[in-house]
């Protein structure tokens, strides 16, 4: 596995990241002690060293398999967990973006976890709630007390990490590095601002669900042949989806791989730094994912994927990239422009 930098930092991360959301089946639906490390042994005998796990997820479990598996060589690994979701229910400030509640997670996931620090936090979602000086300054500390390296954010609007990384670079604070949004072959909605931003401000992209939910592997397909079956096994796949998910497949079979390879790719071969989360409840599913780095899709199937899965982007970029506006805007000179920034 080759490795990338985390966007404006100097930190070295795997290709693919490992997402520990199924670690433990407190949830349900995760995987046992046993199949969560052999799908932690997986990743890191392919050359990954990036992961990816949350305060909330499966109850702590994840955290404290991720400390159990890490423990042996704990340097190696650039670990991510996130703050923001709830640790107790019935407390107002056992959750949120504030500072109490960062602080108390923070040490809650360094005990779980058996480790000082933690590569990298994330704000796990905004609350609209917390004023962007007191997330970014108190992040900031946790950065010069030692128990955090880099900061990151999810699930945000773009406007908000604009705001955060801009305050940050005139204050002196720790920026935002990297940026963790839903995007796939069936939600690219974020090609409206977040990816543009995130582009621009240098941060890496880490998209969560790049399989939307599985629905991107085909296995609904194989499952029915109705269209209302399908929006009924996955709210994911709608008819327009259905759609998309079999060109995936068509793609897939063309080349030689498997859909979830292709969709992993999909989103890896976009114009910017982007490190997609991959998670599994089996051996089998990792191995199938890791297999997306020994190949690039051509160009022209990046096409037809992009054909079948295109959005609107809608007010104003619709209107700035037609040719009238473009016309008026450069007085007639706008092909005659080479323009790296485009």
Known sequence: MNYKLLGRSGLRVSELCLGTMTFGTEWGWGATYDESKRIFD?????????IDTANRYTEGTSEKFVGEFIAANREKFVVATKYTLFNRRNDPNASGNHRKNMMQSVEGSLKRMMTDYVDLLWVHAWDFTTQVQEVMRGLDDLVRQGKVLYVGVS???AWIVSQANMLAD???WSPFVALQVEYSLLQRTPERELLPMARALDLALTPWAPLAGGALTGKYLRESEDPRRLTATSQRLSEANTRIVKEVVAVAEALGVSPAQVAINW??????????IVGARALSQIEDCLGATAFEIPAEYLQRLHEVSKIELGFPHDFLASDNIRD???GGTYD?????RR
Do not use: E, S
């Open 170 to 172: 005139l204050r002196g």
């Open 328 to 330: 008026i805007l450069t």
């Open 267 to 276: 989103t890896r071969q976009q114009n910017q730094v982007v490190v997609p």
């Open 336 to 340: 005659k422009i080479h323009n790296h």
């Open 42 to 50: 997986a990743y890191v005998q392919a050359g990954g060293n990036f």
């Open 155 to 157: 699930d945000t609007p």
